[in-house]
Nanobody
Framework: QVQLMESGGGSVQAGGTLRLSCSVS????????LGWFRQGPGKEREGVAT????????YYAASVAGRFTISHDKAKNTVFLQMNSLKPDDTAMYYC???????????????????????WGQGTQVTVSS
């Protein structure tokens, strides 16, 4: 069982920054594809960014590319989402998610399909005001 715990959400004005953190723990914390998803009011859950921790390959949704950065601290097994130039459209509950992919299919970590992820955090709210 993998436990994920997010932190770092909050309220900011447009153009501001936030940094989300997600600690990964559990009896078998061998997940190597970690991601951030979000769900805004009245919207479906969407993938924001994922990272294959083996080689730190990162994948971003077009809506956040160039503004958000996902990273992973192997020693702490913590994944971060640095969010810059925030927009009101970024307002959402942000969730950390984890799954394990094989080495041969590591490129599948680029798939921002929430149905592929078995383990989820409880979410952290991000609110961006104009």
């Amino acid at each position: 069982q993998v436990q994920l715990m997010e932190s770092g959400g909050g309220s900011v004005q447009a153009g501001g920054t936030l940094r989300l953190s997600c600690s990964v723990s559990g009896d078998n914390p061998s997940s190597n594809c970690l991601g951030w998803f979000r769900q805004g009011p009245g919207k479906e859950r969407e993938g924001v960014a994922t990272i294959y921790t083996g080689f730190a390959n990162t994948y971003y949704a077009a809506s956040v590319a160039g503004r958000f950065t996902i990273s992973h601290d192997k020693a702490k097994n913590t994944v971060f989402l640095q969010m810059n130039s925030l927009k009101p459209d970024d307002t959402a509950m942000y969730y950390c998610a984890a799954r394990r992919v094989s080495y041969s299919s590591r490129s599948s970590c680029s798939e921002h399909n929430f149905a592929l992820f078995a383990d989820w955090g409880q979410g952290t709210q991000v609110t961006v005001s104009s």
